[in-house]
């Protein structure tokens, strides 16, 4: 088993928006990697500049990343040499590791934009490494540049940031300040490809809670009334816990729930809406045990959101003749 340590610099329509190919939104321009054996030390590296395809100048943000470097476009080869060389590089045995959750997906786009058969399993686990520094160091949710989390750890910065190599070897010296367990057991889904039926619904456990997938559906209406979707097994015993406040929408596409398990507790129920690039739609669920206090929160939430409704509601009766 090895761990690539992923890093990707990408390309946006110079243009903005409007000239943008629709396909092909972030173009990738350079691709680094570390690969680091089961104890995280390194064995060896990948670096490939790819010459352009899509957008021929760079976008102003892209410019000011790679600003300090001269990159050579004109003598780089084209995204299909370099992926398939990436791929084989990599090896079988992958786990993949990277600072935040872009990366991957905008591989796997960048690689149906050429046709290149996927080489990654359905579905695909990943560890992002922003997300692992950020439980073990910090607060669970914020989240670090990966400099400003170089800096936190005193690790020397000797090379340039913001080169695809040399952010992947920072990430790297960053894992080697965690444990192999500690990475284990945060692992993340990436959500480029997720399920298409009920089959291949994604079920995860990790020490505080549960996450599922869902397959797609319609709309919201129809997947908060699927009965997997909605349900609450305690994410401890998987037993049914009982529910003590019903699924309520917290703004946009999200939606919560209190439940209560008579061994674990109380338990925060999350769903995540997330529109899918075919007009369809599928859950993203997390179930974990809470303190009383935090139940108490959920509880004064809805009923604030409830009065707000109920003011809105006034408001606009009023307004009428
Ligand atoms: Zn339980």
Redo the contacts with the bound molecule.
């Keep these: 088993m090895n761990y690539i340590v992923l890093d990707l610099e990408w390309n946006q329509c110079p243009a903005g928006k409007a000239g943008e190919n629709a396909s092909l939104r972030f173009e990738i321009i350079e691709i680094g990697a570390v690969r680091l054996d089961e104890t995280l030390s390194p064995t060896d590296s990948f670096r490939e500049v790819v010459k352009p395809q899509v957008y021929h100048s760079l976008h102003h943000r892209t410019k000011e990343v790679i600003a300090l470097r001269a990159i050579d476009f004109e003598n780089a080869r084209n995204f299909p040499d370099v992926a398939k060389d990436f791929i084989s590089w990599c090896g079988k045995d992958a786990l993949f590791c990277t600072w935040g959750p872009a990366d991957l997906t905008e591989l796997q786009k960048n690689l149906a934009y050429y046709n290149i058969p996927s080489p990654f399993p359905f579905p695909l686990l990943y560890y992002d490494i922003q997300k692992i520094f950020s439980i073990v160091y910090e607060d669970r949710k914020s989240r670090r540049s990966l400099e400003s989390a170089v800096d936190f750890l005193g690790i020397p910065k000797s090379i340039p940031f913001h080169s695809a190599l040399s952010d992947a070897h920072y990430t790297s010296l960053i894992m080697q300040r965690l444990t192999p367990g500690q990475i284990a057991a945060n692992s993340s889904v990436d959500y480029y490809r997720t399920p298409e039926n009920r089959r291949q619904e994604i079920h995860l456990s990790y020490e505080t809670y549960t996450k599922f997938v869902s397959r797609p559906f319609k709309d919201k209406t129809h997947a908060m009334k699927d009965r997997i979707v909605i349900s609450t097994p305690?994410c401890?015993?998987?037993?049914a816990?009982q529910k003590r406040i019903r699924w309520f929408p917290v703004g946009g596409n999200n939606y919560f729930c209190l439940a209560h398990?008579?061994?674990?507790g109380y338990l925060k129920g999350k769903i995540r809406l997330r529109h899918r690039g075919d007009d369809l739609c599928y859950a993203i669920k997390t179930i974990k045990t809470i303190s009383p206090e935090e139940a108490y929160e959920i509880r004064e939430k809805k009923e604030v959101l409830k009065l707000k409704r109920r003011l809105r509601r006034k408001f606009n009766d009023s307004k009428t003749p």
């Design positions: 305690c401890q015993c998987r037993k816990a398990c008579e061994e674990h």
